[in-house]
């Protein structure tokens, strides 16, 4: 698996708690739900591991997608039909919301790249529909948001 992947599978999983109100961040740092100390995200329970060499990567896509999600998400809804965001499986909404917040910031990778990995990891997180449901919402986006023009014209 590439560190790009790895990077991304943590990320899901750092945002999956976040979403189900397990977890909140706040720069490095998370708190339980519950309330008590701010202590460092591997250090939380349930652990996620990030390994040292995809953790720029992780943090980029997590704290990106926390401090744009109103943004995000209202984007998310304008090219989902009969579909509200709360309604989407866990694992869909946070995998649309990573590959959404890289197809907008992360200049250095291409969109085939981003979408063909929110495909997978929907694939083999989310249901059987999810894979099928992530590609057409997210060539929906690629075909209609006018930011997302140069990522079109670098992946013809």
């Known amino acids: ?26 720069g490095g740092q998370t708190t339980a739900a519950t309330g008590g100390e701010p202590k460092p995200a591997v250090e939380m329970e349930p652990v996620v591991t990030i390994p040292p060499e995809v953790k ?5 896509l997590v704290g990106g997608v926390l401090s744009r999600l109103p943004e995000l998400d ?22 649309l919301r990573c ?15 981003t979408i063909n990995e929110a495909i997978e990891i929907a694939k083999r997180y989310g249901s ?12 929906r986006i690629m075909k209609a948001e006018e930011r997302l023009e140069p990522k079109r014209m670098a992946s013809a």
């Open 1 to 26: 698996m590439g560190l790009r992947r790895q990077a991304r599978e943590c990320a899901l999983q750092l945002l999956f708690q976040h979403d189900l109100g397990q977890h909140h961040f706040a």
């Open 56 to 60: 720029p990567f992780v943090e980029e």
């Open 74 to 95: 209202a984007m998310l809804q304008r090219f989902t039909e009969h579909w509200s965001i709360d309604r989407m499986a866990v694992v869909d909404r946070n995998v």
């Open 99 to 113: 590959a959404l917040y890289e197809l907008l910031y992360v200049d250095q990778v291409p969109a085939k790249v």
């Open 128 to 139: 059987e529909e999810s894979g099928a449901f992530i590609n057409g919402i997210l060539d």
